[in-house]
């Protein structure tokens, strides 16, 4: 699921499955599964549709998993919520791979990361290393008070004294925008009528203003 998901899933669509074991009316069952590095939803399941019952759930991995239950729907309310607003829209960002990056300064690919900004939570995937096209695959989830707000995906490479911004699309993220996968061409700092860099980046966004829908 997206790196940042605090809260249950409502809906499968947009979500990949990862593993699941086969459907037996017994008492207990028991799954083994190799998966890449990631954060990943247990979803228990009875064998009877519709039928609910207590469960007892056992995770068992050969590396921290810092295995917890998700118990909120949705973002809970706080005082803050009376300063800052409460969320009125969740949106789901796909970034599935970047094209064509160049960096300035260096004859062959260099280590890129990809940062996704949305007001002040920023999501940030893994370093790839020596190459200017890359398969990323990385999903993230805002719950948003200032719609106005674009949502940032920025494009940026790895150096020893200070990391280099290569690049980036600026998303309206509207539950009217297309929902189809886009390839956009990277600009600079200024948004998408400014000059354009050099790449593009592949991304899907899912935007609604109910926040069950995510």
């Known amino acids: 699921v997206e790196e940042n998901r605090t809260c249950r899933i409502h809906k ?5 499955r990862a ?35 207590e469960f007892n759930l056992r995770v068992f991995t050969d590396v921290p998993s810092y295995f917890r239950e998700l ?6 309310v706080s005082c803050w919520n009376f300063l800052l607003g409460y969320p009125k829209r969740v949106s789901q960002v796909s ?14 690919g260099g280590n890129l990361y ?23 695959n990385m999903k993230a989830i ?8 674009p ?11 200070c990391d280099q911004f290569l690049g980036q699309v600026l998303l309206t993220a509207s539950p009217n925008d297309p ?6 061409q990277l600009h600079n700092r200024d948004g998408r009528a400014a000059q354009e860099m050099s790449g593009r980046i592949n991304v899907k966004v899912v935007s609604s203003d109910d926040l069950l829908d995510l």
């Open 12 to 16: 499968m669509q947009g979500q990949e």
């Open 19 to 53: 593993a699941s074991s086969p459907y037996m009316n017994l008492r207990s069952i028991f799954l083994r599964k190799v998966l890449k590095k990631g954060r990943y939803v247990i979803i228990p399941t009875t064998f009877q549709p519709g039928v609910t019952c």
């Open 71 to 76: 118990r909120q729907d949705k973002p809970g």
């Open 95 to 108: 970034v599935r791979s970047i094209e064509g990056v160049d960096q300035q300064g260096k004859a062959e």
């Open 114 to 136: 990809v940062i996704i900004k949305c007001e002040n939570e920023i999501v940030r995937s893994e370093a790839l290393k020596n190459t200017t096209s890359a398969f990323i």
């Open 142 to 149: 805002f719950y948003r008070r200032r719609m106005s707000e």
């Open 151 to 161: 949502i940032a995906i920025q494009v940026w490479g790895s150096k020893i004294m």
């Open 179 to 184: 929902v189809e996968e886009q390839s956009l």
